[in-house]
């Protein structure tokens, strides 16, 4: 389900991926980040995460992530609870068909 106006970005466009990558691995280090989107419309990155034969799609600000860059400790706190928050509902958690 590719949006041509929500184009997918690699890792090194994404502000304070290694930060994002590292707390999610925190959390489940079986899951997988396995795309990216940037939304024009309201300037999120839409992380696409796999964990065996279930995908979760969350959303973070990019306002968030440029922010870990400059203050770390608010931001990262934020970052922590979002992730969390996500990965750990099983509501996030749906089955990939094949």
């Known amino acids: 389900m590719d949006d041509p106006y929500d184009p997918v970005v690699s890792e090194d466009k994404v502000p304070s991926y290694e ?7 925190e959390i489940d280090n079986t899951i997988i980040v396995y795309r990216i989107y940037y939304l024009l419309n309201t300037f999120t990155y839409r992380f696409q995460l796999i964990k065996k034969d279930k995908m979760c799609t969350l959303e973070i600000p990019r306002t968030l ?34």
């Open 19 to 25: 930060m994002v990558e590292q707390k999610i691995k």
């Open 65 to 98: 992530l440029e922010d870990l860059g400059k203050d770390g400790t608010t931001s990262e706190r934020e970052l922590t609870q979002l992730l969390n928050l996500n990965i750990e509902n099983t509501e996030c958690w749906t089955t990939i068909r094949g």
